[in-house]
């Protein structure tokens, strides 16, 4: 046993007065959970202090707070890493999860922003007809894939620091396009296209994200919605040719083009080549805008006339252009997912280990460590 | 007030199955749960969901599996029913989006579980309960414009119509205090059940009997109460489940000396015996020395005989709760366990279509008793129990309002919900804390009302719980507030609790044999001759648990010796 202290950010609603802070010392081993403090302290000193928590074991997704300024389960992070990681290095600090308005002390109100988001997306599998009279005959690795975004809890853990959606209430959020993910990757669902249309038409959809990587920290989960999301994006541009309206897709061809061609990144001609090449129509303005900048640029000397025209090809980075056909003539894209596939596990790995396991997960990879412990 | 065809009181997988069954059949449907509904307990069913889909497999053998596993007290009828409806259920579930594994064909894939003659237990992983829960949320979502969600209402009181019937409930809005009559033609309890009247319990923090109390409080008949299932694999640390699926996928049991002890106890299923077979020879185990652990109060269970990459895919669930609660690599070495409190197979007695005999009122689920389950329930029947009689609940509650008009209720009831909540909130502090009486009740049960029972320790629980009774009344909490005032609401289940505890001490002090989950060391032997039968609970005028017998149905299995 041992004690620590808890500091929890109460609201009472009712009062008529700001939140507060209410601290108390329970008594627990160093390896129980934060919810287990905050349950002994609500059995023993306080009962109204306020938390949403039914199975105490991170799968029924109620307990989402902050812990010291982290998002996460209550109950699935123990009491001893919980005091290492307090600012004071004795008081853990409890708060209500953020991106949504706090109801009464740890309680926030999902039904007003996450559940709103999940139910924008057409949260339901549109059935590809005919339904069969059994069942669908899909491969075990598509229902492997969208596995990991089946195990979302929906607590709402990163949806509370979204940077994104702290700057644009609107955004749909990484919960809600993780769910998306797992229709889009169902082949069972008659309307990917037009869910990755509708989801990349929407400005709050899936290019408003900013790959701060918060959502993939806050997960307790493994989802890594964050990486769904990009998902999503691969599907749209590469498997449905929908553009991105953003520009960040062609943006990134242009950088990932620029590399090929010149082992060094050209600057002169990423810009140009973001809107479609020097004489695109898209390019003219975005190049009179940018005036200014290629302005300064030249004055200070960041690049000349002569760089500009003709980059110098470095003659050691020969080699790149094969990496990049390699890469790019696998016939699957590889994509790294949670949950390991495969049948014969104890079997020798294929001779050839480059052919191997594309869409899937590295055989024998362990479990991410989860971040939020 | 809101009036409805069919309320459905909780929103685990066997009332939102209802609410789509009752929506279907044209009904105006409410479905109202104290919590949101992804929080429900289903949420936490690991291992699966049994069908006889395959086609070499038989719903005959699922059945005689169930029949057998129920220490023959389960009602043929019904589990002939379950049986017989189970692979079209499945096909329903996979077809509305559930992710469930596939083999090498990319068809539906089973694993083993326990008590069963075939592999037919279909699976995600090892978040079934979870996949399946949020994929009928889906469906709820969808159905938007035909179905009602109160979520976070919690059902204070089943409401009585002139007649006698069921006429709909009294409900709180847990977010705004506000006190509300939801009048029905129909109303399913699909509430789940009572684990947290006992500690340890594999059960969330939700279930505390609240519609088994509520029903009986009314007059329905409680049924098989003393059936109260230990699975056999929960951890020593904190009661946490590891899912059956973990010996479904080739996991043994280890004593002190490092032997698979299942060989003395069922030599041909090993460790894939049904479950009080099971928790009964660890316990065993345990009470003769051969424990392992602090204490010798645990068992081994060593998972490193799975190929840790089946491990990885198939129980990732069960290596995180290794890993995050007691600090083992599951997939390196055997983690400590021993058999915990995890169901009720007994509850609200029902006929096959969920129908209670009291007018008006059907239960599904957890909380019923059709009696699918007998003495001892299957692992991976419980999540088909409750679709299957969740769905037939739906229909028949949807044709039944179809027939009548909106039967008339009145606010008195309202009224005293009210001044019943308002005395809590306005008690002194002198009598006891709810919290302490919850401790008192969940330990006396886990010790007296367990594995192993006899009149002694029954005895002892029983006069523990109508103490805990009478000091329930005066016991006080500390929110005077209205908003999400969550204290008051656990004094009203820490109620409920008390209610199904002592139907189940009284049922279990009634039942003078051993019988599935029921082990009496004072009348070790199964006794055909007189107790082949259910016993029924239903509450007397004085607040005192009576007691009645109920034929058990046999169609086509005569009860025989029990091997595994």
Known sequence: MAEFTLKLRRYDPESGQPPYWDEHTIDLEPHRSVLEGILQAKARFDGSIGIRCSCRAAICGSCGVRINGQPGLACHTHLDKARASSQDGTTIVVEPMGNMPIIKDLIVDMDAVHWKKVQRITPWLINKEPIPEREYIVPHENMVDVTQTMACIQCGACVSDCLSMEVDPLFVGPAALAKAYRFVGDPRDAQQEARLRDLSEDPHGIYDCTHCFKCIDACPKGVAPMNQIMRLRRRAGSDFGIEDRNNGHRHEKAFVTNIRKNGLLHEADLLPDSYGGKLHPRAVPELLDSLPVITTALLRGKFTPAKALRHPHRKEFKNLRGYFDKVEGRDQRLELNLYITGYDEDAEPPADDTQAAPEQGEPGRAPEESPSR | MPSHD???????????????????????????????????????????????????????????????????????????????????????????GVTFHRDEKGELGTRAFGGASAARTYYVADITGQALLHVLYEQLLKYHERLDRY??????????????????????????????????????????????????????????????AQAYNVGAPLMDMEM????????????????????????????????????????????????DVVSRAEQTEINEGRGVGPDGAGIYLDVTVVPRKRTLEALREIVNIGKDFAGVDITREPILIRPGQHYIMGGVKTDVWGATPLAGLYAAGEVACVSVH?????????????????????????????AMLMPSSSEAQL??????????????????????????LGTTMNRHVAVFRDADGLNTAHEIVRRLKEEAKTAYI????????????????????????????????????????????????????????????SRNGEDVPEVSYSPVTITRWQPEERRY
């Open chain 2, 374 to 402: 007998g003495g001892n329930r299957l692992g991976a029947n419980s999540l088909l129990d409750t679709l299957i009689f969740g769905r037939r609940a739906g229909e028949h509650a949807a044709q039944r309002a179809g």
């Open chain 2, 478 to 537: 500390d929110d005077r507030g209205t908003v999400f005032n969550q204290d008051v609401l656990g004094a009203i289940e820490l109620g409920y609790m008390l209610e199904v505890a002592e139907a189940v001490v009284v049922a279990a002090i009634e039942r003078k044999e051993s019988r599935g989950a029921q082990f009496r060391t004072d009348f070790p032997e199964r006794n055909d001759d007189e107790w082949l039968k259910h016993i029924d609970i």
């Open chain 2, 415 to 440: 009224r005293d919900d009210v001044r019943v909540i308002d005395g809590i909130i306005a008690r002194p502090r002198d009598g006891r804390r709810i919290s302490e009486i919850k401790d008192e």
């Open chain 2, 151 to 212: 979520e976070e209402w919690f059902t204070t009181s089943l409401l009585l119509g002139d007649g006698g019937a069921c006429v709909g409930c009294v409900a709180r809005d847990i977010r705004s205090g506000r006190m509300e009559v939801f009048n029905a033609k129909a109303t399913i309890l699909a509430t789940g059940g009572a684990g947290q009247a006992w500690k340890p319990t594999t059960n969330g923090l939700v279930c505390t009997g609240d519609g088994i």
């Open chain 2, 6 to 96: 069919v309320l459905i009181i909780g929103a685990g997988l066997a009332g939102q199955r209802a609410a789509l069954a009752a929506a279907d059949a044209g009904a105006t449907v409410a479905i109202m749960s104290k919590v949101h509904p992804v929080r429900s307990h289903s949420v936490a069913a690991a291992g699966g969901i049994n069908a006889a889909l395959k086609p070499e497999d038989t719903w005959e053998s699922h059945a005689y599996d169930t029949v057998k596993g129920s220490d023959f007290l389960g009602d043929q009828d019904a589990i002939e029913i379950m049986c017989r409806e189970a692979p079209d259920e499945l096909l329903h579930l996979e077809h509305i």
């Open chain 2, 228 to 275: 109260i299932q230990y699975h056999p694999t929960t951890l020593v640390e904190n009661g946490f489940l590891i899912t059956e699926g973990a010996r479904g996928e080739g996991a043994h049991l280890l004593n002190s000396e490092g032997k698979r002890f299942m060989e003395a106890y069922a030599p041909n299923k090993m460790e894939l015996a049904s479950r």
